[in-house]
């Protein structure tokens, strides 16, 4: 299975962007699906995780990131709001069969970058 991330960018701060994560395979309706992302410098960190109709979101983007999925199109999106310039990274999708598996199928990653 492979999933293909893309909707980067730049942009100011304040501003919008839409990550979408299209997969190879259907998995996108069954699978526990998720973001991550990683700063220069930082360790990689868990933004938001969906599973069975549920959603964990990382405090720092409570209230302005929001995750859809799309069975139809076997995609993820990561809907990011009143960006911040510390919202600036690589971000990963990923998913993996349920929560007591591993993160184990990632996407390739795209940048965002948040001027202020």
């Known amino acids: 299975v492979q999933l293909q991330a893309c909707g980067g960018g730049v942009v100011q701060a304040g501003g919008s962007l839409r990550l979408s994560c299209a997969a190879s395979r259907r998995i996108i309706s069954t699978y526990v699906v998720g973001w991550f992302r990683q700063a220069p410098g930082k360790e990689r960190e868990i933004v938001v995780s969906?599973?069975?109709?549920?959603?964990s979101y990382a405090d720092a983007v409570k209230g302005r990131f929001t995750i859809s999925r799309d069975n139809a199109k076997n995609t993820v999106h990561l809907q990011m709001n009143t960006l911040r310039p510390e919202d600036t990274a690589v971000y990963y999708c990923?998913?993996?069969?349920?929560?007591?598996?591993?993160?184990?199928?990632w996407g390739q990653g795209t940048q965002v970058t948040v001027s202020s």
């Open positions: 969906n599973w069975s109709g549920r959603t």
């Open positions: 990923a998913a993996r069969y349920n929560l007591r598996t591993d993160w184990n199928i």
